[in-house]
């Protein structure tokens, strides 16, 4: 063998070695079982990123069309799951506004909104502004159409205003 | 008639007259008388001697430039390996800073020392191939030597500064002392070997081992229960130490095999005892 090609072995082995180890700190397997799980999720994630670098990114479809039917029978857990599964990289503005409505729907309440659930719902919206400000939705379901309209719901929500002590409040509708 | 000489008088004879002393060197049955080869069995014997330096070169090249690092390399691997002690599941620990500082005063003692030498591992004369070759068996090096102080070091507490603070001392001293390769490395050997004792026997055996509620620990192991509050040891699987043993002795290994200069396997046999 010619010292050329046991130099460029040497490095092509040495170079995988130490990607093995070092992607092996990075996710910490608790046991050789896990690796290759590990292994599959870092693949999916690497062809991800790669999608979304060259351009080529799509949301998971079936996924999303899951979370779709988990929001309109209002099992929003579950849909804010499907929706974050579909669109892992958090650039589809459609599955984010979607997320972020299914915030709003879950912590409505005739009395009293659901404070905690609202606040994640403004994040979620500001996320959805700072993507896409002119978005609006085409599903003809949801009442508010554009990220804005459902931010301000969400502002309102979190508002003590001598108006929530109205009783006439809870005849109200979920938007 | 003829008289028949005894055997004693022959050898007497033999040896008294007819033998001679000969003094010269010994000759393969096929060399000439004058000590010359024929050109053709000449021819053989260097070819044969060509193969033979060839096939070592080979060898030598395929251990600096596969082996060596995947030795480094195992090291680095295994050097931040530790065993939970309640499921024994791996964890993974990343070195400190402190560790590549020392990692890096390390090398440089090395430089010093003779057990490397920059020119003999870097330069214009060589190929690009061969100083990035070169480069990657010294970063495998590093990456070793970072990972061995990870493995040697204590992981928090008291004990961590305490062990810090004497792997500081030693190699500081040792960067403005005249050391021999050979020295150093025998250096090197004993103070990982009194860490490792230290660390993984002394420390090991102060540790409590894991129990299911604090109160019984106390109750059961007092004392060790007390040094694992106080020196904030962590609680590792007794198969920690066994990695981390075989960690130390790949490292040193790869240390003993590794040539100061890359060009000595190229035109000399010399042992690695000999050129250090």
Same mark, same amino acid.
């Given at each position: ?10 490095i092509?082995?040495? +170079?995988?070695?130490?990607? &093995? ?40 479809? +079936? ?5 779709l ?9 579950? +849909?804010?799951?499907? &929706?974050q ?22 912590? &409505? ?8 659930? &609202?606040?994640?719902?403004?994040e ?11 978005f609006?939705?085409?599903?003809a ?16 929500g ?18 | ?21 000969v ?9 000439l ?19 033979h ?35 024994n ?32 591992w ?10 990035v ?34 792997? /500081? ?23 990982f ?20 509620s ?35 002795i ?5 240390? /003993? ?20």
């Amino acid at each position: 063998m010619k010292e050329k090609h046991i130099q460029t072995l040497g490095i092509a082995l040495a +170079a995988v070695y130490a990607i &093995f180890i070092a992607w092996l700190y990075w996710v910490e397997p608790k046991s050789l079982e896990e690796v290759p799980s590990k292994a599959q999720t870092t693949i999916e994630n690497v062809t991800t990123k790669t999608q979304v670098a060259i351009g080529t990114y799509e949301i998971d479809r +079936a996924k999303f069309n899951e979370g779709l039917a988990a929001f309109r029978q209002d099992s929003f857990i579950v +849909a804010r799951d499907s &929706f974050q599964k579909a669109d892992v990289e958090k650039r589809d503005t459609r599955t984010q506004f979607y997320i972020a409505y299914s915030f709003y729907r879950q912590g &409505f309440g005739r009395v009293s909104n659901d404070d905690a659930l &609202f606040k994640q719902g403004l994040e979620q919206t500001n996320r959805v502004i700072a993507a896409d400000k002119n978005f609006k939705s085409d599903d003809a379901d949801l009442q508010l159409k554009t990220p804005v309209e459902l931010k301000n719901e969400f502002e309102e929500g979190l508002k003590v205003t001598a108006s929530d002590f109205n009783p006439l409040k809870v005849l109200r509708e979920r938007k | 008639m003829s008289q028949v000489p005894s055997p004693k008088s022959q050898f007497q004879e033999l040896s008294d007259e007819n033998l001679c002393i000969v003094d010269g060197e010994l000759l393969y049955d096929s060399e000439l008388a004058d000590g010359t080869l024929t050109q053709s069995e000449n021819q053989k014997l260097k070819t044969k001697d060509q193969k033979h330096d060839g096939q070592r070169t080979t060898d030598n090249k395929q251990l600096q430039y596969i082996f060596l690092p995947l030795i480094f390399l195992t090291v680095a691997l295994l050097g931040g390996l530790r065993l939970n002690a309640e499921d024994n599941a791996f964890l993974f620990l990343k070195p400190a800073l402190v560790c590549l500082i020392y990692a890096t005063l390390l090398l440089v003692l090395f430089f010093r020392a003779g057990l490397l030498k920059l020119d003999g591992w870097f330069s214009e004369k060589f190929s690009t191939l061969k100083n990035v070759a070169n480069g990657v068996v010294l970063l495998a090096l590093f990456f070793a030597s970072t990972q061995i102080f990870n493995s040697l070091l204590p992981e928090r507490g008291l004990p961590f500064w305490v062990f810090a603070f004497c792997f /500081f001392w030693t190699l500081w001293n040792n960067l403005f002392v005249e050391f021999q390769g050979k020295r150093l490395l025998q250096s090197l050997g004993s103070v990982f070997a009194l860490a490792f004792v230290s660390k993984y026997l002394l420390l090991a055996y102060l540790t409590a081992p894991a129990s299911a509620s604090w109160w019984r620990g106390l109750l059961e192991n007092p004392t060790q229960e007390a040094f694992t509050w106080l020196l904030d040891l962590p609680r590792f699987s007794t198969g920690t130490g066994y990695i981390q043993f075989f960690a130390v002795i790949f490292y040193l290994l790869g240390l /003993f095999l590794l040539p100061p200069s890359t060009e000595q396997w190229n035109v000399s046999e010399r042992s690695f005892e000999d050129s250090i």
